[in-house]
């Protein structure tokens, strides 16, 4: 019969078999930071998180500590610093749109944070440089794309003696030393406190007097409820008989009176449900928050790469790109949506700000069984930067996962033609969205 610990470990690999099935559902890793004091157990609970969901059929990337690689000799520097969060921020930014599922840090954007705590409460920093460097690291762009901070802990007597049980000399030094430990302690709880709330979830973790193995159990189901609401967030629906109950001119509608209907339907009747749930559900529609790129008298038409599985099921060529609805603590209006389809093209197109957006009304297939479980709400994204829509016409939106896109600017005229050719390589909602471009475009 088993244990207690091993009870708990063979619900947590069921559990996680079961997260792992929405891995579909996801558009990039889950991040988790690591960061604490020395000797608190961060390095062996690193690996054995790791170890657990590698395991469990999850495919995890580790990006190792920097500091044993920095070229500055002075730890605790400035500069030390500075080289440490930036060379993994700049590791992460390169790594967060490959096939990983999870991405551990080991020492990121919030042991920085830590850092530059402490070195706050020693004056080593003047105000300007520590408002300055806090303000970069908690900058929304990259600071938004770590999912979890693990704050590790432990106190300093316990500290020394794991040090000690592996060292033959116990000469402290000058880390590992009652005064720099206790110090250090006070500034990881001080930085918890005062960023743990900025960042989308954390967790302050003392292994002090912990068996190893029971307290990485504990983490690891922690880290899964975390995992799931992230794989398989509440997402914006509408019921069938509301959505049918739209009006429609073709695949689509974009009159005013069309989104005044959507936006009441969705007011009234719309609700929020898991993704895996909304899935199986043929009873309820997903909203699709869907962004076009409009420049001029000219829309962005995005490219599916010949290799790209989408390409022969939805068509080669498409007007938009778009995004669930997540809750977010947000109820069922247009602002939701608004704030959706930003999020969504300012990362997924890596554009260097927000730019205005219009909603210009919605499509949806009603007689087509494969798509008409979900329909678009279609918001036109004003580029009104001419830098901006010149970039856009020399970049391939390349990714590890996801679409295989590259794509320019076209003439609405062109746009037209093509639309109305018997065989066109537009999907049906660019389709629906050319033929109404005489409402879609109104201002």
Not at 81 to 89: D, E, P
Not at 355 to 375: D, L, Q, V
Request: charged share 25%.
């Amino acid at each position: 019969m088993k244990n207690g610990l091993e009870q708990q470990v063979a619900e947590l690999e069921r559990r996680a078999e079961q997260v792992s099935s929405h891995l579909k559902f996801a558009s990039r890793p889950f991040v988790i930071e690591f960061a604490g004091t020395p000797k608190s157990g961060k390095t062996s609970t690193v690996e054995a998180i790791r170890h657990f969901f590698t395991r469990q059929g999850f495919r995890v990337h580790l990006l190792s500590e920097r500091a044993a690689l920095s070229p500055i000799p002075m730890k605790g520097h400035l500069f030390f610093n500075t080289w440490c969060a930036c060379t993994m921020l700049a590791e992460l930014l390169d790594n967060i749109e490959t096939d990983a599922d999870i991405i551990i840090v080991d020492r990121g954007l919030f042991d920085a944070l830590v850092w530059l705590t402490l070195q706050k409460q020693r004056r080593e920093l003047t105000d300007k440089e520590a408002d300055t460097i806090e303000a970069f690291l908690l900058l929304e762009r990259w600071r938004s794309l770590i999912d979890l901070v693990v704050v590790m802990n432990v106190s300093a007597e316990e500290a020394i003696r794991r040090e000690n049980a592996q060292r033959i000399s116990s000469k402290t030094g000058s880390i590992m030393n009652p005064d720099a430990l206790t110090a250090l302690s006070v500034s990881v709880k001080g930085a918890a406190e005062k960023y743990g709330p900025e960042f989308a979830a954390s967790i302050e973790y003392d292994t002090t007097g912990q068996c190893p193995r029971g307290s990485a159990t504990q983490l690891a189901e922690r880290i899964l409820d975390l995992l799931e609401e992230f794989l398989n967030p509440e997402i914006l629906i509408l019921p069938r008989t509301i959505v049918s109950g739209l009006p429609l001119r073709g695949d689509g509608a974009f009159s005013e009176e069309a989104k005044a209907k959507f936006v009441a339907a969705l007011s009234t009747n719309g609700r929020f449900m898991r993704r895996s749930e909304a899935e199986a559900d043929s009873d309820s529609v997903q909203v699709i928050a869907c962004g076009v790129l409009t420049y001029e008298d000219s829309i962005f038409v995005f490219e599916r790469k010949d290799r790209d599985q989408k390409s022969s099921l939805y068509g080669k060529l498409t007007l938009w790109q778009g995004t669930h609805v997540p809750k977010q603590g947000g109820t069922a209006e247009l602002k939701l949506l608004e704030r959706a389809i930003i999020d969504r093209i300012t990362r997924y197109l890596f554009l260097s700000r927000a730019f205005p957006i219009r909603f210009a009304g919605y499509c949806w297939e009603a007689n087509n069984e494969k798509s008409n479980r979900h329909m678009g709400a279609i918001f036109e994204v004003l580029i009104d930067n001419p830098y901006t829509a010149t970039d856009l016409k020399k970049k391939e939106f390349r990714r590890g996962r996801g679409s295989d896109l590259g794509g320019s600017f076209k003439c609405i005229a062109d746009l037209e033609s093509v639309a109305a050719a018997a065989d066109t390589s537009l999907e049906t909602w660019s389709v629906a969205i050319v033929k109404a471009l005489d409402q879609f475009r109104k201002r």
